[in-house]
């Protein structure tokens, strides 16, 4: 059976103070093996992007303890932190997040070089895997000439190539119509069987949820399910 990628304990989020402060995590524990897909759902406001924040090592934590990879990530200082998450984390958004003045491969290059790879190999890696999500023919493509579905493939492989540990969805198919919100669904289980990638997705879309290997739900900062 495989192993444990994400393991929180007893996790609080809290912000400000006095009679400005706000509890968005409540408590949490959760453990997430290798290979799953695990889909994070609840209204708004009840902590899904918080929860990804802090357990992604984006945001440091009130207490309790966070395992990614087996590594404790807020034990580390900022810069060994993000190099650690240069090197084995993967991250897909809403928004796509590419920058417009690269082509789909300099986008997708872009986090190997900064963890170190070699120009040319970073280049065949790139292109390697934006034909694997099917475009080959769009490798030199501009974000403003792709639609959106596309950008968010090659957002996708940018979170892909380095081979990381886990990828982090958050609302992937949020800014997508409903042909290529299906399209983006499949291809993420896709990716989570083809290279037995753990991610986990927090979404709002019950299909997305759907082709999940199980869902947590979330309210007033606690998993409730």
């Known amino acids: 059976m495989a192993g444990p990628v994400v393991v929180g304990k007893d996790v609080w989020k809290v912000y400000g103070s006095g009679e400005t402060q706000v509890t ?3 408590g949490i524990n959760v453990t997430i093996a290798e290979s799953e897909m695990v889909a994070v759902m ?5 902590g899904k992007t918080t929860f990804l924040n802090c357990f992604s090592g984006l945001d440091d934590v009130t207490r309790g303890e966070i395992l ?3 590594q404790d990530l807020h ?3 900022d810069r060994a932190k993000s190099e650690y998450r240069a ?3 993967g991250f897909v958004f809403q928004a796509y997040n590419l920058l417009p003045v690269l082509t789909a491969t300099e986008n997708v290059e872009m986090p190997l070089l900064i963890s170190g790879v070699a120009g040319r190999e970073a280049r065949e890696r790139s292109r390697a895997m934006l034909t694997d999500l099917g475009l080959g023919e769009r490798l030199d493509r501009k974000p403003a000439e792709l639609s959106g579905g596309q950008q ?5 492989a940018r979170a892909l190539v380095g081979h990381p540990a886990i990828v982090w969805a958050d609302e992937p198919t ?3 119509d409903e042909e290529d919100s299906h399209a ?5 289980r896709q990716l989570n069987q083809r290279y037995h990638q753990t991610i986990v997705v927090v979404t709002h879309d019950p299909n997305v949820a759907a082709s999940c290997d199980r869902t947590v739900r979330m309210r007033d900062g606690q998993f409730v399910s």
Do not use: E, F, H
């Open 87 to 89: 090197r084995r984390v």
């Open 75 to 77: 034990q580390m200082d």
């Open 42 to 46: 609840g209204a708004s406001g009840c």
């Open 68 to 70: 990614l990879d087996g």
């Open 152 to 156: 968010q493939r090659v957002s996708l």
């Open 24 to 26: 968005a995590l409540r």
């Open 184 to 188: 983006v669904t499949q291809l993420l």
């Open 174 to 176: 949020g800014n997508l």
